[in-house]
């Protein structure tokens, strides 16, 4: 693959992540809104440890598995001050 195809590639996925990333950020609106009526915080230690090893056990890559965590990881805080954002303005 030259640099050329390499790039339109990433546009694509890339593509494809952001309507991934709004769909996940409606459903972590969704679960703010649960957490606002049932007085729950936002951040829970044990769900996210759960979720980082789950979802990286699906890294076929070893190599990137670290990388994926981390990736994870921002994508979790990003969700976790969103619900803070929506959580403060009720």
Not at 6 to 23: N, P, T
Request: charged content about 40%.
């Amino acid at each position: 693959m030259d640099l050329n195809q390499a790039r339109k590639k990433i546009e694509e996925i890339d593509a494809k992540m952001a309507s991934l990333f709004e769909q996940r950020m409606h459903c972590s609106k969704e679960i703010a809104e649960y957490k606002i009526a049932n007085d729950m915080r936002v951040f829970d230690a044990v769900r996210e440890k759960k979720l980082l090893d789950q979802n990286s056990a699906l890294i076929e890559d070893k190599e990137l598995e670290t990388y994926y965590r981390d990736f994870l990881r921002a994508v979790m805080n990003i969700s976790k001050d969103y619900q803070r954002n929506i959580m403060s303005e009720e």
